[in-house]
């Protein structure tokens, strides 16, 4: 049983015994780390092969107009032969990859490292048959199947740049990403089944090429060989073009800062960002954090229940795992599907060592009772995680009881999709973890606290204010995908020379970091990113729709809920039907993820003389909280407040 004193969980001598770090190795890693960059990257750049080695480790400057992040940039690489070939020799026949379908009744498959070498060939050599060359972008919308692992390592082969769109998206954000980064090819499949149901994706990707620009070409995954329309010239099936083409594809010699991937995320304003990750830093530290922060040894079998569509199912689904030669699983499926046991059962089947999920899966899982994970003999999990919003006390507790049965480790993970990997975590070994604190730095990481309305940095060890990390790490972000500016305003021109995570956070006593939530106007729902401009826009693109305003409140299992305030066009009368028509319309301009929970029509929103809405009283009020409104006195119509609060949507 973890050691539980001051607050404080502490690891068991056995865990400490057997970790890749206990607390003076990671004291005396972090020191170097900080002191000496250069020394330690260079370092551990050696964990992942190198082509032709680099001789520089860190060009990097965070100053105004000229942010420039270059890491081991002399060097030359292969991702694919990383995740791959360097595994062949030494352990060809281990499973690389377990994937674990939507039916619990259909059979798992276990996929070698040698079988993995020659569907990825395979992949990679039907891509250049379809004219896709080095630097070109290809875009995945695919399902969880081993497909998307092979679609993604195949681009990293040939040198082109993947951009995953999430399979829950809809048709009009998918034209748009395709559009946004000039993609070739869209990867997609038939059919995709989760939760017992199947999402009609190849009918969604034809309803996107309606809108897609350019001489696109599609190439598609039979999934559930479910009757889809074949565009001739320009849809392809994989399995028919792979019959043509050899196993053996060479790998393209990459740059180290040459793009690996492109992923759109949300922001506060306008359209995603397509956020750019290169290949060698990217590489270095998605390996070394999937070693560390889970603790990850030869043999074990790890288990990321995230989606490839999320950064957290690129960094520890696919390239981490796979660079460490792991064993990782890919789940098709949902946790509650067929039951609320769905998870352990998986854990209990495959004999799963790590696990990491988000606290809205456990949230929504601890609410359907103890009886579906007691069940289930959880005895081979040594290391628990968490990622993508702070975790509450009592799913922590059913995590550490009900999972973990008080013996395991639980690592909360902070970080982005803009980081690339974790950057704030405890590690299972060496640093002790309190329940809702993602504790500590990970190596050559260097959070620093500001005031938010001077920008100075707080020294004293107890603060509070937003979180800013002042120096580079090989995984951070690059650039926006053409547009290097937005890349400096939204991340380096609030605070100068410091990286702006536009997370609030405070530091205790015992420097512990707990995220305190988004400062800007980005909501985390069940652990996903959404900006409220987005949701907004696609509210006033409906013709009833004259304006509208969105923002977050406390929600039980999802974290946040998106409560949506919208006012009509002259004439049209709100109703329960409008509202559905607007809800359905969101899931479909955006996708089901961005539809609010709450919509709450309004024959004004509070603005300033100046026309500003305030959205800081649209906050409160969702809240529930409008005791507290604050100051409303330079409102150009404060009555606008009495009847949002008299009409307020949630009343709990
Ligand atoms: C939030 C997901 C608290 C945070 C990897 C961040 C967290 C945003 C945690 C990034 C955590 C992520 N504790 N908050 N352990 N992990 N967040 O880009 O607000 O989808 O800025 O990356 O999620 O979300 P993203």
């Known amino acids: 049983m973890l050691d539980h004193r001051d607050g404080m969980y502490f690891p068991t001598e056995d865990i400490v015994r057997h970790a890749h770090a206990d607390r003076a190795k990671y004291d005396a890693m972090y020191k170097q780390s900080i002191e000496d960059p250069e020394g330690f990257w260079g370092e551990h750049g050696k964990r992942i092969d190198w082509i032709k080695p680099y001789t520089k480790v860190k060009n990097t400057s965070f100053a105004p107009g000229n942010i420039d992040i270059r890491w081991y940039e002399d060097g030359t690489l292969n991702v694919a032969a990383n995740c791959v070939d360097r595994h062949l020799a ?42 896709v060359e080095k630097g070109d972008r290809v875009v995945i919308y695919l399902p969880m199947i081993p497909q998307a692992a092979f679609a993604m390592l195949a681009c990293a082969r040939i040198g082109a740049i993947h951009s995953i769109v999430f399979a829950g998206f809809s048709p009009d954000a998918l034209a748009a990403r395709v559009n946004q980064c000039g993609a070739k090819v869209v990867i997609t499949a ?82 995603p960002k397509g956020v750019v990750h290169t290949s060698g830093g990217y590489l270095v530290y998605a390996s070394m954090t999937h ?140 640093i002790p973890t309190k329940p809702g604190s993602a504790t500590l730095p990970f190596f050559g990481v260097q959070p620093v606290i500001l005031e938010p309305q001077t920008g100075e940095e707080i020294t004293t060890t107890e603060a509070e204010g937003v979180l800013c990390i002042k120096d580079s790490w090989p995984a951070q972000m690059r650039t926006v995908w053409g547009d290097h500016e937005r890349f400096e305003k939204t991340y380096f021109a609030d605070y100068k020379n410091y990286y702006f995570s536009g997370d609030g956070c405070r530091r205790d006593a015992d420097g512990y970091y707990w995220i305190t939530g988004r400062v800007d106007d980005v909501i985390n729902v069940s652990g996903h990113r959404m900006g409220t401009a987005e949701v907004e ?65 309004a024959p004004g929103l509070p603005k300033t003389r100046s026309g500003k809405i305030m959205r800081r009283i649209l906050r409160k009020i969702a809240e529930n909280d409008y005791g507290a409104l604050g100051d409303t006195s330079t409102l150009a119509e404060p009555e606008v407040v009495d009847d949002l609060i008299e009409n307020r949507m949630n009343r709990g």
């Open 190 to 271: 038939d059919e995709a089944p989760r939760g017992g149901r199947n999402t009609p994706l190849k009918t969604n990707a034809d309803k996107a090429f309606g809108k897609v620009e350019g001489d696109v070409k599609m190439l598609v995954v039979k999934r559930t060989g479910g009757d889809v329309p074949m565009e001739a010239g320009r849809d392809h099936w994989l399995h028919e073009m792979e019959a043509g083409v050899e196993d053996a594809c060479p790998p393209e010699e990459m740059g180290a800062e040459d793009p690996l991937f492109i992923l759109y995320t949300s922001g506060s304003t306008g359209q």
């Open 90 to 131: 030494t352990r060809g026949d281990q499973t690389a990859i377990i994937w674990e379908p939507d039916d619990p009744n259909a059979e798992a498959q276990h996929i070698s490292y040698n079988q993995l070498a020659s569907h990825v060939g395979k992949f990679a050599n039907v891509l250049k048959d379809m004219g």
């Open 291 to 430: 070693q560390y922060v889970f603790d990850y040894h030869d043999g074990d079998i790890f288990w990321c229940t995230a989606d490839v569509g999320w950064v957290t199912g690129h960094s520890y689904i696919v390239y981490g795992p796979l660079a460490n030669g792991a064993t990782t699983i890919m789940f098709e499926g949902v946790p509650t599907y067929p039951d609320a046991g769905r998870f352990w059962e998986v854990c209990d089947k495959h004999k799963v060592n790590q696990f990491y999920t988000a606290p809205t899966a456990i949230r929504a899982l601890m609410g359907k009772g103890p009886e579906f994970v007691d069940k289930y003999d959880l005895s081979s999990l040594k290391v628990l995680g968490t990622v993508g919003e702070p975790i509450n006390p009592e799913a922590w507790d059913w995590y550490h009881k009900h999972v973990g049965h008080q013996n395991v480790p639980i690592v909360d993970t902070w970080w982005q999709t803009e980081t690339g990997g974790h950057l704030l975590t405890s590690l299972p070994g060496a």
């Open 537 to 601: 826009s696609a509210l006033v693109a409906h013709e009833a729709v004259a304006e509208a305003a969105v923002v977050g409140y406390p929600h039980k299992i999802k974290g946040q809920g998106i409560y949506a305030y919208v006012t009509l066009m002259g004439g049209v009368e709100p109703s329960d039907e409008l509202r559905k028509e607007l809800e359905t319309w969101v899931r479909s301009e955006i996708g089901p993820i961005a539809k609010p929970d709450l919509l709450q029509f």
